[in-house]
């Protein structure tokens, strides 16, 4: 069994900072792209961040120069650092992991149970 955990949601107020964290563990036999994805009320899932194995990573336009997305491989988690929160930004966001278990021979998307952010102005 493989699965992520996600923490370090919260309330901030605008031009506030948080960090979020999520894990991944169970049986893995690799861990190839992560990434973040954000979803507010109403509206579609959107990709936020996302980083390579290599440690390449892109970013949506809306969060260019605020956010920073990072991995540790050796604990198996990534890290999205959110600075100058704006209102906007206020969302569940959802880990995102393309993993090969060590039961099968190819790679699985796996998601986290999402993590509320909410920016107050």
């Known amino acids: 069994q493989v699965q992520l955990v996600e923490s370090g949601g919260g309330l901030v107020q605008a031009g506030g900072s948080l960090r979020l964290s999520c894990a991944a563990s169970g049986s893995i036999f690799s861990i190839n792209g992560m990434a973040w994805y954000r979803q507010a009320p109403g509206k579609q899932r959107e990709l936020v961040a996302a980083?390579?194995?290599?440690?390449?990573?892109n970013y949506a336009d809306s969060v260019k120069g605020r956010f920073t997305i990072s991995r540790d491989n050796a604990n198996n988690t990534v890290y999205l650092q959110m600075n100058s929160l704006k209102p906007e930004d206020t969302a569940v966001y959802y880990c995102n992991a393309n993993i090969s278990p060590r039961w099968a021979g190819i790679q699985y998307p796996y998601w986290g149970q999402g993590t509320q952010v909410t920016v107050s102005s």
């Open positions: 980083i390579t194995s290599g440690g390449s990573t």
